[in-house]
C-alpha cells in the first residue's frame, strides 16, 4: 500500500464530508487503487489550524468545527499560525484546496495553489477562482514541477466535465460551448415557473445550500461568468478574464416572463456561452428562451452542459441535483487520478 | 512517425466516412498522436476484397464501391477468397470490424473480433453484437494477448458512454441506468408527437439512414435490447443474453396516446433499463412516459444516457443527432487510445 498524505485547506461542507468519506464510502476505491490515506493538515478560516504528522483524527476534528470549536489541540508538534505557515510546513503529498473564495479575485485560492506546487506537492482543489482566473499559469507551473493541477470539482461539482473533454474527445477540437452552470438560477427559474416570487425561490435555494454565500454572485450572473471562464481556459485553452465576460444576470426578469416563456415552449435559464470567433474567444452570461426539447432544459438545479466539436458535433453532459457529496466526489477523482498516473 | 495499419472489416457508411476523414479531418490528431496510418486491407459482403501492404488507395476504393464495383483489382499480391483469409492473412495492426450485425446473433462481427485478438491484432468495432453478447470473452481473450479491444461506438455512436464510465469515474459503481439509445424510435416518436403517423415517421428515419437495415429491429426493441446488454456488460461487468431482456416495443403506440402524453406533460420515449436487483442484473426495455423536464427527454433523434453511480448520483450524457461521422470519430477515439496506451 503506498501511503498518501492530503492537507486540507478549507473545512466547510465539502472538506467536512470529503473528510468523513475517506473513512466511509471511498474507502474501497482507495484500497482497489493501493493507496492508504492520511490528512496530516487542515486550515479553517474560523476555526484554526492543525497538523499531525502521524494524521489527525479527522472524525474529532468534524465534531470540533461542527460544534464551533477550534482545531488547536487537535496537533502534535510545531503548529502552524497561518494558512500560509501550514502549507509551508505540512508534510504533505496533496494539497486540497477547498477554501472559501472571493468570486472577484479568485483569491485566497490561487495563493494557495501556487505556493504548494512551488513547495513540490501536487494540488486538487473544487475553487473555480484557480481554474477562471490563473489556469493557464498554474498548469504551465504545475509542468515545471513534475506535479499534478487538478480541478474536476470547479464546474458542475463532481461532474467529470474537464475529464470529458481532456481524456474522452481525443483529437477533437472543441469549438464552442453552452451551459446552464448556476444550480441556484436554474433552481430559481424553476420554481418562478410554478408561482413562485424570485425572493422566495431564492431562500430556498440558500435553505438547501446551493446558493453562493452572497447569492448576488449567483443572480447578477457572476458565478456563471467565472465557470464560463474555467471552461474557456480548460477546453479551449483561451485566457478570458471574467470581467471580459459579456454579462446580464437575471435581476430584471419577472415571474410573468418566465411562465409566458413556458406557454409558449421554453424555459427561461441563465445561459454561459464560450465561442471562438476570429480567433479570439468570447465568453457571455444572458438569460436565454431554450426550447423545452433542448438538453440545456434540466429541470430543478440540474447542470448540463453541451460541447460543440468540430469531430463529433454536439454532446452534452448532465448532472442531476448538486449536492455536497457531488463537489466532494470530484475531489477523490482527482486524487485517484494522482495515484494511478504517477 | 509511428506506423499503423488498419484492416477494415466492412466498408459501408462507416467505413467509407472513416477510410475519408483518415486523410482529412483526423490527419492533424493523428499527426499530433505521432502515426501515420496505412490501410492495408478492406472487406466487403458484395464489393470483393483486397490486400495492399503498402496501404490501399482509400479515394478509389471508395469511388469503386459507390459506383457498385468491386475492389478486386485494388489489391497488390496474393489475395484473399474470403474476409476470414483477409483476416487471418492481412499484414495489420488493428482490426476495424463495421461489418453489417446480424442484431440477433451478434455475427459475423464476433467471429470476427475473436479471430483477429487470436491473431494477435487490435480490435475497434462500432459493431454492439460483439459487446452485447461476448464482451467478457473478448475482454479476456484480448487482455491475454496484451492486446485492445474498444468499442466505444458500439452505443450512441461516438458518444463517449463506455469512456466516461471508465476513465471519468474512477472509483464509482454503476448502480444503474436508464436511456433513449435508438435514434429511429426517438424520432417517430418526436414526429409522432407533431401529428405524423408511426408509419411516414419511419419512413422519414429511413430516408435520414438512421433506421436499422431492418426497421424492426428499431421498432421492436430489439435494437435497444441489445444496446441494453452491451451497456450492462461494459459498466456493470454483467453478461445479460439479449433473449433474457424483458422487452416491449413500440408496436401498439398510436399517435393519439403520444400526444396526449405531452398534453400531460411527458413525452413518450423506448426506454432502456439496466438495474441491479439481489445481485442480478436486469435489462429491460419499455415504452415509458418521461416527464418534460428530465434529461432523457432529447429533441428529434437525440440519444441521452442517464447513469446512476454509488459515488456521485446520477450523471447523464447526450448526443445530438446521430450521424455516420459521429460513428466514425468513435473508431477514431479508439484508435487514438491504442497509439497512445501502449
Redesign the interface.
Known sequence: MKDIRLALVGFGNVGRCFAQ?LRG??A???R??GVKVRVTGIATARHGLAIDPNGLALYRARRLVESGRSLEGLGRGRQPGSVRQLIARVPADVLVEISTLDPRHGEPAISHVRQALNRGLHVVTANKGPVAFARGALVALARRKGRFFLHESAVMD???VF??VE??????QVIGFRGTLNSTTNLIL?RMEEGLSADAALAEAQALGIAEADPRNDVDGWDAAVKGCALAAALMGATVAPRAVSRRGMGRLTAGEVRRALREGARVRLVVRGERRGGMVRVRVRPERV?????L????A?N?L?VET????????????S?V??TA?GL??DL??IV?EP
Open positions: 468519506e464510502s471511498y474501497r476505491a482507495l482497489a487503487a463532481g461532474t467529470p475529464n470529458l481524456r474522452c474527445l481525443a483529437g477533437c424553476s426550447p423545452l426539447g433542448d438538453p432544459v434540466g429541470a430543478g440540474d448540463v453541451m468540430d469531430l463529433m458535433g454536439e454532446i452534452g453532459i448532465v448532472e442531476r441535483g449536492t457529496d457531488q466526489y477523490l477523482s485517484l487520478r494511478r
